[in-house]
């Protein structure tokens, strides 16, 4: 298993950090470390991919960084696969549906300069985060099932 980011090792808790704040209220629900540092990865990931794009080009430390951060989702990715998979099913990208997975895709670009005037890469991401808060939203509505109350 290949060791967390240290971009991840490095961020305060993820209830500060976290990105999207629909995601950090379903995620204060949830008490599972491994999915935590999935959401804190692809959280780091989404937030650099932005960046990038927004400032038209990869620092060197954006470029090693996400070497790290790309290789550890790529290694942990496999375990959520099938569970995020019905969620970018129905999710959209660019207005028309998804018709791959949006995490593959945007992991298969290999370094961080190619996010710098990569629109698509841009209409990507919400497909990607509506798949994660879904697949969130169905592991909360699970815990209620169980306890009959959220986590």
């Known amino acids: 298993m290949i060791e967390r980011p240290e971009a991840v090792r490095r961020l305060p ?41 927004k400032r038209g080009e990869a620092s060197r ?26 969620h970018w099913e129905r999710a959209s990208i660019g207005g028309k549906p998804a018709q791959s997975d949006p995490f ?11 996010f710098v005037d990569n629109w698509k890469a841009m209409q990507t991401l919400p497909a990607a985060r509506e798949a994660l808060n879904e697949f969130l939203l169905e592991k909360v509505e699970a815990s209620r099932t169980d306890t009959g109350r959220p986590q």
């Open 13 to 53: 808790h993820w209830k500060v950090y976290c990105v999207n704040p629909f995601t950090k209220a379903l995620m204060k629900r949830l008490s599972d470390r491994e999915l935590e540092a999935f959401v804190m990865t692809w959280d780091a990931i989404e937030a650099l991919v932005v960046q990038v794009y």
């Open 61 to 86: 430390n954006e470029l090693v960084e996400y070497g790290r951060l790309r290789a550890w989702f790529r290694e942990e990715y496999p375990r959520w696969r099938n569970g995020l998979r019905p």
């Open 104 to 114: 593959d895709d945007l992991m298969a670009l290999p370094g961080a300069a190619h």
